[in-house]
């Protein structure tokens, strides 16, 4: 019995199991004959060329017997197109998600997909009147992949595994680097004051034993970047470090087994181990920035009491309709927009609109998905699906910006393509130069000898290490880059857009003003704040310091105050509007007091600022920066805090939607970075080139801003910049430190004067300037 491989899948197989089609062309079973007949008939042959020597899932031939739940959980709809997001199991190179795209793209009704490789997760947009979700995910299954609902916590998942065993090839490669330097300092003495052969041959082993798992372990990933790009006709730094490792690797092996020459295990374990470190602080730094929407789930994933009759019931968000009766109890969040029937309540907006104080909603006021009900209950008419809500919108969008921001390339890579073939070309011009003028073993040596000193070590260290110091300083105090290219961003931004609650100020009531009509017991007032939970109460409560006394007929009215009684003295405190004939007029916040039906007290309240924001933005300012502020408050309250804080340009009683906007507009201009705090910046932080939250704010907006500054103080914001700029020149100085090196020390190599152990010297040389100096940034560094 013989074997054959499956034209589609390359998998071997007996061949009592062949399967031919009209061609004679072999299968291992009908879903493969079927695959391959249908991509060739459609144009898509390209798909195997593409694919080169890998192998591909088999078809599947199951259903999809739940496509209704897709509908329901999964897919949102405008009412013209559908879309959805998928995880696509099965993608696992570039070859993959090209013929996805094809496929589907060339499929009538789809009207726009895209594909994550990192993640494989997929965003697709059809016409459901063209064609239906359950064709599109056959179709999908057709072509040998298995298309799954995107499901946050697999996402995580994924990422945990990665960063787990990113860590451990990191470990191997730092134990085994450590412990071979020792070695190298010894083999390095020996040759200038002499060896016996037997320990040279020795301590060489003791390299080959270290070096070889941290070249094929933990370098395993470089070499897996390095085959990928090749097959993709690109060449970067990986296959730089690849070929530079490799090379020296299998001559030290030469040298180690002739016992001729010397062995460069150390450059070796170097050049891997320092550049892969790198590579690990962007897992790390990904863990949570690429697709986790967790928090948003657990917002969203609810239910509602929906009235039936005259009682309610627990209804899940996607089984409400227009025209339902929805009942919003203290404590509760709004999941979907509507208009108030019955009732009344103060909710929170400011982490959804960005509204400072809390808001009164009445019967025929619109009530707004992502509001808190603060006090009071309230009854209201659903005006929009689900899908439709202010709230939904803000995480399709935030969904949308996760899958699509682009990435910024790091100058490194910007160089290191044209670079890496450069050097390649010269190393076997090098070799081949000599090949036919010495030999073949010298030919060897020198253009190793290119190799090694020219080996991309110095250039790969020049962005890793500076921004791996930039990180470990910025942690220090208190700042938090999420990936190690948002440096480079921040550095290049001039314009910065402030949200104000929450951001320049501390969405914290604060008394401003207070005014007595006459004098009164303290003590009766502190009383009264003491029996309502109103921001306002508790901020004036905060104010003073008395005793409490028993009160009787304690009576809340919602939005509007409180009432008691404290012997035969009839106490109340709350708005204006709630005193009898009782006029006061102020842009602040109002809280008056009233004993006997007479306003004895009245209390200015305002949103506090931050006490460290106007130096701060004085400071931007000064260092040439266009310093703008967004905010949800209206125009009296954004004007009065603008020219406290000497800012010129500013937009009030803007929606998170409009925010974010604002933001994109700006940033098409030039690049921005956006400051906030709460759900109604999320969106924004997404829109803008860099999205910085302090580290207080909502979950949300921490989850979805590229750096967090823990202190929850804005002169990290000064230090974050100071320090990504710093950090940046520290890149540039590596990086023009590094081509001079190669520029006069490769012509060197080639010349045949510089052997391979002096090249390995200089090399490691050059990484120590460049660690140096990037080590240097810890000093220079003041904030």
């Known amino acids: 019995m013989g074997k054959f491989k499956c034209l589609h899948c390359k998998g071997v197989f007996d061949d009592s199991g062949i399967i031919k089609d009209g061609l004679g062309n072999e299968f291992c079973c009908n879903g493969c004959k079927n695959v391959y007949g249908f991509l060739n008939s459609n144009g898509l042959g390209e798909f195997y060329e593409r694919l080169g020597k890998e192998n591909h899932v088999k078809a599947s031939v199951s259903s999809f017997e739940n496509v209704d739940n897709f509908y329901k959980n999964y897919v949102k709809s405008d009412g013209e197109l559908s879309e959805i997001y998928l995880i696509i199991d099965g993608i696992h190179c570039s070859a993959c998600v090209w013929l996805n795209e094809k496929v589907l793209a060339n499929t009538a009704g789809v009207t726009e997909i895209s594909i994550n490789a990192a993640t494989n997760k997929a965003q697709i947009k059809w016409d459901d009147s063209t064609i239906k979700l359950i064709e599109i995910l056959n179709l999908i299954k057709s072509i040998g992949y298995n298309p799954v ?109 002739s016992r001729n020459g010397e062995v460069y295990f150390d450059s070796v374990a170097m050049i891997i181990t320092f550049v892969f470190i790198g590579k690990f602080l962007e897992v790390i730094s ?187 300083v910025g942690l220090k105090k208190g700042i938090v880059f999420k990936e190690a290219k948002i440096i480079e961003s921040l550095a290049k931004c001039q314009t910065i857009v402030f949200d104000k609650t929450g951001t320049l100020s501390k969405s914290k009531l604060k008394v401003v003003k207070a005014t007595k009509f006459d004098e009164f017991d303290m003590s009766l007032l502190y009383s009264l704040l003491s029996v309502s939970t109103h921001p306002i109460s508790k901020a004036v409560m905060s104010s003073l310091d008395a005793e409490i006394y028993e009160l009787k007929d304690v009576q809340n009215i919602v939005g509007k105050g409180v009432s008691a009684r404290y012997k035969n003295q009839a106490l109340k405190g709350g708005s204006v509007d709630f005193m009898s004939g009782f006029e006061f007029s102020s842009d602040n916040s109002l809280y008056c007091f009233s004993i006997d039906e007479k306003v004895v007290a009245v209390f200015e309240l305002a949103d506090e600022l931050r006490s460290e924001a106007k130096d701060v933005i004085s400071s ?66 997404s829109s803008a080139s860099v999205g910085i939250s302090l580290g207080s704010g909502a979950a949300l907006s921490v989850e979805r801003s590229d750096v967090v500054l823990l202190n929850d103080d804005l002169n990290s914001l000064k230090n974050a910049i100071l320090l990504s700029k710093m950090t940046l020149q520290t890149v540039k100085q590596n990086l023009a430190f590094s081509l001079v090196y190669n520029a006069v020390t490769v012509p060197l190599a080639m010349a045949g004067f510089i052997i391979p152990l002096f090249a390995a010297i200089s090399m490691s040389l050059s990484s120590i300037i460049v660690v140096i100096n990037s080590a240097a940034l810890r000093v220079k560094f003041k904030g």
Request: with cysteine; proline share 3%; charged share 20%.
């Open 620 to 685: 931007l300012k000064a260092n040439k920066f266009k310093v703008i502020m967004l905010t949800g408050d209206n125009e009296k309250v954004a004007s009065k805090v603008a020219n406290e804080l000497g800012i010129s340009e500013f937009y009030y009683s803007k929606d998170p939607l409009q925010k974010a906007t604002i933001v994109k507009e700006l940033n098409d201009k030039s690049p921005v970075v956006m400051v906030g705090d709460g759900i109604n910046d999320a969106v924004a932080l």
């Open 149 to 257: 609902p995107y499901d946050p916590n697999k996402a995580e998942a994924r990422a945990s595994a990665k960063r787990r065993e990113f860590y451990a090839k990191m470990l191997v490669g730092v134990f085994c680097t450590m412990n071979i330097m020792w070695v190298a300092i010894a083999l390095y003495g020996g040759y200038f004051s002499g060896m016996s052969k037997e320990i040279k041959d020795i301590l060489h082993f003791a390299e080959f034993v270290l070096a070889s798992p941290v070249l094929f372990y933990t370098g395993s990933e470089f070499f897996r970047s390095a085959y990928v790009g090749l097959k993709n006709k690109t060449v970067g730094m990986d296959l730089s470090v690849a070929a530079g490792a490799s090379i020296a690797y299998i001559y030290s092996v030469y040298a180690m087994l």
């Open 286 to 472: 990904k863990k949570k920035a690429i697709d986790s929407l967790d928090s948003l789930s657990s917002m969203l994933v609810n239910e509602v009491s929906v009235k039936v009759g005259n009682s309610y019931e627990l209804r899940s968000v996607n089984d409400v309709r227009l025209g339902d009766i929805i009942i919003v109890r203290a404590g509760e969040r709004v999941l979907i927009d509507g208009v108030v029937v019955a009732g009344a309540g103060s909710f929170d907006y400011s982490s959804l609109s960005g509204e400072s104080l809390p808001v009164l909603l009445a019967p025929k006021g619109v009530i707004t998905s992502g509001a808190i009900c603060l006090d009071g209950s309230l009854e209201y008419e659903v005006t929009t699906s689900f899908e439709a809500s202010m709230l939904s919108k803000i995480i399709a969008l935030l969904e949308s910006a996760s899958l699509k921001k682009p990435n910024i390339e790091k100058m490194a890579n910007q160089i290191s393509a044209k670079f890496s073939l450069t050097i390649l070309a010269l190393g076997l011009l090098t070799f081949l130069f000599w090949a036919f003028s010495t030999g073949v073993s010298n030919a060897i040596i020198i253009a190793v000898s290119v190799i090694i000193i020219a080996c991309p070590c110095a250039l790969s260290l020049a962005t890793p290490v500076a921004t791996l110091v930039g990180l470990g």
